[in-house]
């Protein structure tokens, strides 16, 4: 079940983090806000881990594996959006699909959650 409960939790960031680098992506380009000051999706990527290393009570092995793979996915996420936009909504929506039936219900009520609060604080002009 732990093994399941962190490839579920590892799809999640996968996810979330594709939508950092588009959305911050986005917000960059139509935003005056001066983001000299600091990596947005670094920014995003912790406060994100961090929300899931509480709320999902990680152990510190598992933060560090699920941020490499945060990062890993932002190169290869990057790569994909430049090439091919819609094939990254796709596989965006596909994840999320997928992870939803991974879940209990319990823990799929909580994932929602999650996800609608991130989409409200990192993509405010889309939702």
Do not use: C
């Not at 995003?44 to 510190?60: C, I, K, Y």
């Not at 598992?62 to 819609?86: F, G, L, W």
């Not at 999320?96 to 989409?119: F, M, P």
């Amino acid at each position: 079940m732990a093994r399941q409960h962190t490839k579920a939790v590892a799809l999640a960031l996968t996810i979330f983090v594709a939508g950092m680098v588009v959305g911050a992506a986005s917000y960059r380009h139509w935003s005056y806000v001066d983001f000299e000051q600091g990596d947005p999706i670094a920014r995003a990527h912790a406060e994100l881990l961090e929300r899931f290393r509480v709320s999902l009570d990680l152990t510190d092995d598992q933060v560090q594996q699920i941020s490499d793979i945060m990062n890993r996915v932002r190169v290869e996420a990057e790569a994909i959006i430049a090439n091919e936009q819609p094939a990254f909504r796709d596989l965006h929506e596909r994840a999320h699909r997928d992870i939803r039936e991974v879940l209990t219900d319990e823990q799929a009520i909580a994932y929602e959650k999650i996800i609608e609060s991130y989409n409200l604080a990192h993509h405010p002009r889309i939702h």
